[in-house]
């Protein structure tokens, strides 16, 4: 019989051994064990009161705050599946992912619901589940803590087994279309207990989560901390602020947090006496991932945080972890990924046929993980290709060494990473081509030095027609995320679009082309 614990027989456990010591907290609130098992509770009850059954989907709107590791516990209570969002997302972006994700109520922070109300008359979603919560209560919608208030706090049980689905994660594909890929409660607990092990966490780490935390990468963390009892300390800021960051590693202790290139780069280019007003010598490990990291970046980091040691992984929503490269590998193996993670099974890596490719040469990466997502919501054909066998797929092309180091190639089929944010080109060129003066699009990523990659859109127009950069950004504004658009474009002749003999568009040519333009 499988008895791991979810997500919420983690919080009660520990409300059980430690019922006083801090087990969440943001700039504004703190939880103890004990309290953050209570409020899960009356959750849990008062979303099952509001009608919703075992299995339901709940879609999660919200800045980053403490109140999403209190909602996670409480639906995983209740049996019921978190639908995280972005908070990037436009109206009709949200728009899509509730309604294919079929989710039947909808938990908003009070300054996000103006990008939901519009939405109200065409979600499927009675008028009294949509919840609210903040400092303000917005007529026609539930409030959170009234719901609590009022919801018993003992725990009405519900049948939830590891199988069960705990979240439905959406990550873009190359359709463009988001694709839901469906976590269960036994994957969370497994890449919990896997990154303890991995990367030697114990209870008394202090975990600060800077990445959203409808992301991957703080759920997995978030999971792994509440699991070992440790304190999660989330940071709420709605933009980030390197000083403060620094000022939060120094005054919370902190022991752990994960970041991305562009937030190390922003921190490490403060000026030095700024940077020398904060103690971050209880920093004992450090993440790096989402992008490519730089020999200097790596130095810089490793220079300032004295006592920490830098560890850098790849993984995915769909598998979890992949791989790992390690902190005395930082400088010797540079430009790899690592090798697979601890419990994972070896990476394959394959050809058009479905064959393994030799050393040094570059196959689609193939991973074995014992935490791989159960399969794309509603989306078979999607599923399929993912998997060879027992081995998942999220697209992307690398080459492994004669030491067993991944060095990863051509990342998710062209997508762009843009300050941690993935975004996939052709979800960007559905939107520009559909402007009436657009003939034909390319989107890629070009070298930033902020953010890593900045999104950059080639442009054809129709014959007898002219359109400018600005007239492009401005249609994109309101039909895309801030992080998608373009930031600037080029427009050449149909003549000029590099395509291969059937007309396809060779992103990897024209991305070359663009670069080096740019750079002359």
């Given at each position: 019989?499988?008895?791991?614990?979810?997500?919420?027989?983690?919080?009660?456990?520990?409300?059980?051994?430690?019922?006083?010591?801090?087990?969440a907290r943001?700039?504004?609130r703190?939880?103890?064990?004990?309290?953050?098992?209570?409020?899960?509770?009356?959750?849990?009850?008062?979303?099952r009161?509001?009608?919703l059954?075992?299995?339901?989907?709940?879609?999660?709107?919200a800045?980053?705050?403490?109140?999403?590791?209190?909602?996670?516990?409480g639906?995983?209570?209740?049996g019921?599946?978190?639908?995280?969002?972005?908070?990037?997302l436009t109206?009709?972006?949200i728009?899509?992912?509730?309604?294919?994700?079929?989710?039947?109520?909808?938990?908003?922070?009070?300054?996000?619901i103006d990008?939901?109300?519009?939405?109200?008359?065409?979600?499927?979603?009675?008028?009294?589940?949509?919840v609210?919560f903040?400092?303000?209560?917005s007529?026609?919608?539930?409030?959170?803590e009234s719901?609590?208030?009022?919801?018993?706090?003992?725990?009405?049980?519900?049948?939830?087994t590891?199988?069960?689905?705990s979240?439905?994660m959406?990550?873009s594909?190359?359709?463009?279309?988001p694709?839901?890929?469906m976590?269960?409660h036994e994957?969370?607990?497994l890449i919990a207990?896997?990154?303890?092990?991995?990367m030697?966490?114990?209870?008394?780490?202090?975990?600060?989560?800077?990445?959203?935390?409808?992301?991957?990468?703080?759920?997995?963390?978030?999971?792994?901390?509440?699991?070992?009892?440790?304190?999660?300390?989330?940071?709420d800021?709605?933009?980030?602020?390197?000083?403060?960051?620094?000022?939060?590693?120094?005054?919370?202790?902190?022991?752990?947090?994960?970041?991305v290139?562009?937030?190390?780069?922003m921190m490490?280019?403060l000026?030095q006496?700024?940077?020398?007003?904060?103690?971050?010598?209880?920093?004992e490990?450090?993440?790096?991932?989402?992008?490519?990291?730089?020999?200097?970046?790596?130095l810089?980091?490793?220079?300032?945080?004295?006592?920490?040691?830098l560890?850098?992984?790849?993984?995915?929503?769909?598998?979890?972890?992949?791989?790992?490269?390690?902190?005395?590998?930082?400088?010797?193996r540079?430009?790899?990924?690592?090798?697979?993670?601890?419990?994972?099974?070896?990476?394959?890596?394959?050809?058009?046929?479905?064959?393994?490719?030799?050393?040094?040469?570059?196959?689609?990466?193939?991973?074995?993980?014992p935490?791989?997502?159960?399969?794309y919501?509603?989306n078979?054909?999607?599923?399929?290709?993912?998997?060879?066998?027992?081995?998942c797929?999220?697209?992307?092309?690398?080459?492994?060494?004669?030491?067993?180091?991944?060095?990863?190639?051509?990342?998710k089929?062209?997508?762009?990473?843009s300050?941690?944010?993935?975004?996939?080109?052709s979800?960007?060129?559905?939107?520009l081509?559909?402007?009436?003066?657009?003939?034909?699009?390319?989107?890629?990523g070009?070298?930033?030095?902020?953010?890593?990659?900045?999104?950059?859109?080639?442009?054809?127009?129709?014959?007898?027609q002219?359109?400018n950069?600005?007239?492009l950004?401005?249609?994109?504004?309101?039909?895309?995320?801030?992080?998608?658009?373009?930031q600037?474009?080029?427009?050449?002749?149909?003549?000029?679009?590099?395509?291969?003999?059937?007309?396809?568009?060779?992103?990897?040519?024209?991305?070359?082309?663009m670069?080096?333009?740019?750079?002359?």
């Amino acid at each position: 019989m499988n008895l791991l614990m979810n997500i919420s027989d983690a919080v009660a456990t520990h409300a059980r051994l430690t019922p006083h010591k801090l087990g969440a907290r943001d700039s504004k609130r703190q939880l103890s064990f004990e309290a953050w098992h209570q409020r899960a509770t009356q959750l849990a009850n008062g979303l099952r009161a509001l009608g919703l059954e075992k299995g339901d989907r709940v879609a999660l709107l919200a800045y980053n705050c403490v109140e999403w590791m209190e909602i996670y516990a409480g639906l995983a209570r209740a049996g019921l599946v978190a639908v995280p969002l972005n908070f990037r997302l436009t109206p009709p972006e949200i728009e899509y992912i509730v309604t294919h994700s079929e989710a039947v109520a909808f938990i908003v922070q009070d300054e996000l619901i103006d990008r939901v109300q519009p939405l109200r008359e065409s979600l499927n979603i009675s008028p009294k589940a949509y919840v609210s919560f903040g400092n303000t209560v917005s007529d026609g919608w539930q409030a959170y803590e009234s719901m609590l208030r009022t919801a018993p706090a003992y725990i009405q049980p519900v049948d939830v087994t590891p199988s069960d689905m705990s979240a439905l994660m959406y990550t873009s594909g190359t359709t463009g279309k988001p694709k839901g890929a469906m976590r269960s409660h036994e994957g969370s607990a497994l890449i919990a207990l896997a990154t303890a092990l991995e990367m030697g966490f114990t209870a008394n780490d202090t975990a600060l989560l800077v990445m959203p935390m409808c992301h991957a990468n703080s759920l997995y963390f978030s999971h792994t901390f509440t699991q070992l009892g440790a304190t999660c300390v989330i940071d709420d800021r709605k933009s980030f602020d390197p000083e403060a960051l620094l000022a939060t590693l120094s005054a919370e202790k902190v022991t752990f947090t994960s970041l991305v290139p562009t937030h190390y780069i922003m921190m490490l280019g403060l000026p030095q006496a700024v940077k020398d007003k904060y103690d971050v010598s209880a920093v004992e490990k450090l993440m790096i991932s989402s992008a490519p990291a730089r020999r200097d970046t790596k130095l810089e980091i490793m220079q300032f945080f004295k006592n920490g040691k830098l560890y850098e992984l790849y993984g995915s929503t769909e598998a979890g972890w992949v791989t790992l490269l390690r902190p005395h590998e930082q400088l010797d193996r540079m430009g790899t990924v690592g090798r697979e993670w601890a419990g994972s099974g070896p990476i394959k890596l394959l050809d058009a046929q479905g064959q393994e490719v030799p050393d040094g040469e570059v196959g689609e990466l193939f991973s074995r993980t014992p935490y791989v997502f159960d399969g794309y919501w509603r989306n078979q054909e999607k599923t399929a290709e993912a998997f060879h066998g027992t081995w998942c797929s999220v697209g992307d092309m690398a080459m492994r060494d004669a030491d067993g180091y991944i060095r990863l190639v051509d990342r998710k089929s062209n997508m762009i990473i843009s300050g941690g944010e993935n975004v996939y080109p052709s979800e960007v060129e559905s939107v520009l081509g559909a402007h009436p003066k657009v003939k034909d699009v390319a989107v890629l990523g070009v070298p930033h030095d902020k953010w890593g990659e900045a999104v950059h859109a080639v442009v054809v127009v129709h014959n007898g027609q002219e359109a400018n950069e600005q007239e492009l950004i401005d249609w994109c504004k309101s039909r895309m995320a801030g992080y998608k658009r373009p930031q600037s474009i080029t427009f050449i002749t149909d003549a000029d679009m590099p395509r291969t003999a059937t007309g396809k568009i060779l992103h990897r040519v024209l991305r070359q082309q663009m670069v080096e333009t740019i750079a002359s």
